[in-house]
T-cell receptor
Framework: GIQVEQSPPDLILQEGANSTLRCNFS?????LQWFHQNPWGQLINLFY?????KQNGRLSATTVATERYSLLYISSSQTTDSGVYFC??????????WGAGTKLIIKP | NAGVTQTPKFQVLKTGQSMTLQCAQD?????MSWYRQDPGMGLRLIHY???????DQGEVPNGYNVSRSTTEDFPLRLLSAAPSQTSVYFC?????????????FGQGTRLTVV
């Protein structure tokens, strides 16, 4: 089955810093999503991005499907950006296959 | 437009008790699914449905039952709760299970079995 790997596993930054999170996947996919799980456990949709580039405020994402990776950029980090960032791709029986996540801590 | 609504948000059960986690969506989505998330892990699929009257097992179906009598609702039943079922449960829906399959999640149900 499809394998999804995220890096780095942990990231600690000062408020205002920029960061890049990476998601590699082992096979071609036609669905990729980025989620933010906040400290209260809520899963928030960030991007649905099977290919190309999207931007939403301080966040942007790029997926290069032919090279099997996606990047999530966070600029000018705020403490509210803390949490775990997951990427997930759609597998063979329609389930989402999840990476292990990147735990981001933004210090004031 | 409420999106995906899960109830309850928190629940404590005794071993052997049964209960139903409710999930409803108002987006006319065909595809609905239930996941569980254990500490420090990603989500694992329990059961899914591609439309009313159609359900199938996911990666970790044992101990759980589902039905889909309407497009809007997809309840998850725990038949006889066990401590191993202590987890956070998420319901998700997508417009379709092919093509644009962006998934939307409910707020989660934190279940503790003692």
């Amino acid at each position: 089955g499809i394998q999804v790997e995220q890096s780095p596993p942990d990231l600690i930054l000062q408020e205002g810093a920029n960061s890049t999170l990476r998601c590699n996947f082992s096979d071609s996919v036609n669905n990729l999503q980025w989620f933010h799980q906040n400290p209260w456990g809520q899963l928030i949709n960030l991007f649905y991005i099977p290919s190309g580039t999207k931007q939403n405020g301080r966040l942007s994402a790029t997926t290069v499907a032919t090279e099997r990776y996606s990047l999530l950029y966070i600029s000018s980090s705020q403490t509210t950006d803390s949490g775990v960032y997951f990427c997930a791709v759609r597998g063979s029986n329609y389930q989402l296959i999840w990476g292990a996540g990147t735990k981001l801590i933004i210090k004031p | 437009n409420a999106g995906v609504t899960q109830t309850p948000k928190f629940q404590v059960l005794k071993t052997g008790q049964s209960m139903t986690l409710q999930c409803a969506q108002d987006m006319n989505h065909e595809y609905m699914s239930w996941y569980r998330q254990d500490p420090g892990m990603g989500l694992r699929l329990i059961h899914y449905s591609v439309g009313a009257g159609i359900t199938d097992q996911g990666e970790v179906p044992n101990g759980y039952n589902v039905s889909r009598s309407t497009t809007e609702d997809f309840p998850l039943r725990l038949l006889s709760a066990a401590p191993s079922q202590t987890s956070v449960y998420f319901c998700a829906s997508s417009y379709r299970f092919w093509g644009n399959t962006e998934a939307f999640f409910g707020q989660g149900t934190r279940l503790t079995v003692v």
